[in-house]
């Protein structure tokens, strides 16, 4: 049974806690945590396990093998290095680091030491984002034309980053995902910030890949709805993917396909100009069944370190949405 630790009991960290403390498949030693109230948190709900406020006493603990780094994006490198140099696996929330360069040297250490380096990317283990990974590329959608997604919200307001940073990691990495991590030509994004000067509110990211696929990400924490969506528009269907609804995805059979004009030589001949018919048919919403991210998220990390499966968030795919965020020209 791996030996697991925690560090940060913030925002996301109780989420990861309950997971780690509920799982067969390793046993939760040690959590770290400065906030006094955050440790009055977790000794109340789970009183087996031991509590420390400084994390270096984690490092040096022989009782455990890997460690969930749950803590504010400025210090994922610090603790990152500090842990793979221990000889510890780690689980590091998104992003694993604030630059490419750092994405980069955990990366390497990792690989030095032989330890795996993963990255929360939650979204990549849900059912519904499989599902629509699995429905583009069996080519039931056609060839792909462009995906655009919306993060919205009234509140959480964070100070430590903008609202990009905040929200767009998860849209990325699912947008990276779909399209099998390949690299951007052009990335462009327009913000604002309105509450927090030097802190954008509100930000339009725009890429384009190629094969003339484009992709819109929209992020907003003064949003009047919560909003969770990802569209895939397609040459021969498009599908929709909303986080928020019963039904997580539903495919329309729609689309606007050339109009065949019978020519004088019995022939589909060419006109001009080209006319055009819209299709329009059924809309299929599929029975998906479901399992928590999270926990199969967590699952993963343990194939990882026990069975050398191929981590799916490990530092490459870190790194390429690293590298979007922090190559986003300003328009």
């Given at each position: 049974m791996i030996k697991?630790?925690?560090?940060?009991?913030?925002?996301?960290?109780?989420?990861?806690?309950?997971?780690?403390?509920?799982?067969?498949?390793?046993s939760l030693t040690h959590v770290a945590e400065k906030s006094a109230?955050?440790?009055?948190?977790?000794?109340?709900?789970?009183?087996?396990?031991?509590?420390?406020?400084?994390?270096?006493?984690?490092?040096?603990?022989?009782?455990?093998?890997?460690?969930?780094?749950?803590?504010?994006?400025?210090?994922?490198?610090?603790l990152a290095m500090a842990a793979l140099s221990a000889g510890k696996h780690i689980l590091v929330e998104k992003p694993m680091a604030t630059s490419v360069t750092e994405v980069e040297e955990i990366g390497r250490l990792a690989a030095e030491k032989g330890l795996v380096a993963m990255v929360g990317h939650t979204f990549l283990f849900n059912p519904a984002v499989r599902y629509l990974k699995q429905l583009m590329d069996s080519g039931d959608l056609g060839e792909i034309r462009y995906i655009y997604s919306q993060r919205l919200n009234l509140g959480r307001i964070r100070s430590d980053v903008d609202a990009l940073w905040n929200l767009a990691p998860h849209d990325i990495s699912i947008i990276q995902y779909l399209l099998d991590n390949r690299a951007p030509l052009a990335i462009r994004r327009t913000g604002m910030d309105f509450v927090?000067?030097?802190?954008?509110?509100?930000?339009?990211?725009?890429?384009?890949?190629?094969?003339?696929?484009?992709?819109?990400?929209?992020?907003?924490?003064?949003d009047p709805h919560k909003v969770r969506s990802l569209t895939v528009v397609g040459s021969k269907k498009m599908a929709?993917?909303?986080?928020?609804?019963?039904?997580?995805?539903?495919?329309?059979?729609?689309?606007?396909d050339p109009k065949a004009v019978l020519g004088q030589s019995?022939?589909?001949?060419?006109?001009?100009?080209?006319?055009?018919?819209?299709?329009?048919?059924?809309?299929?919403?599929?029975?998906?069944?479901?399992?928590?991210?999270?926990?199969?998220?967590?699952?993963?990390?343990?194939?990882?370190?026990?069975?050398?499966?191929?981590?799916?968030?490990?530092?490459?795919h870190a790194r390429e949405v690293v590298r979007i965020l922090a190559s986003a020209k300003t328009d």
């Open positions: 697991i630790a925690q560090i940060g009991v913030g925002y996301w960290g109780p989420n990861l806690l309950r997971n780690l403390a509920s799982s067969s498949r390793c109230d955050r440790r009055t948190f977790v000794s109340s709900s789970y009183p087996a396990i031991k509590i420390v406020n400084d994390s270096a006493e984690i490092f040096a603990s022989p009782e455990v093998d890997a460690v969930v780094i749950s803590t504010p994006a400025h210090s994922h490198h610090a927090q000067k030097g802190i954008d509110d509100v930000v339009f990211l725009n890429i384009e890949y190629p094969g003339k696929v484009l992709a819109h990400v929209h992020v907003s924490w003064l929709i993917y909303d986080d928020m609804a019963e039904h997580k995805i539903a495919v329309y059979d729609k689309g606007i019995m022939d589909y001949d060419q006109v001009q100009p080209p006319s055009f018919v819209h299709r329009s048919g059924d809309i299929h919403c599929p029975a998906i069944v479901w399992k928590e991210p999270l926990k199969a998220e967590i699952d993963h990390f343990f194939d990882c370190i026990e069975g050398g499966v191929t981590c799916l968030t490990g530092p490459a």
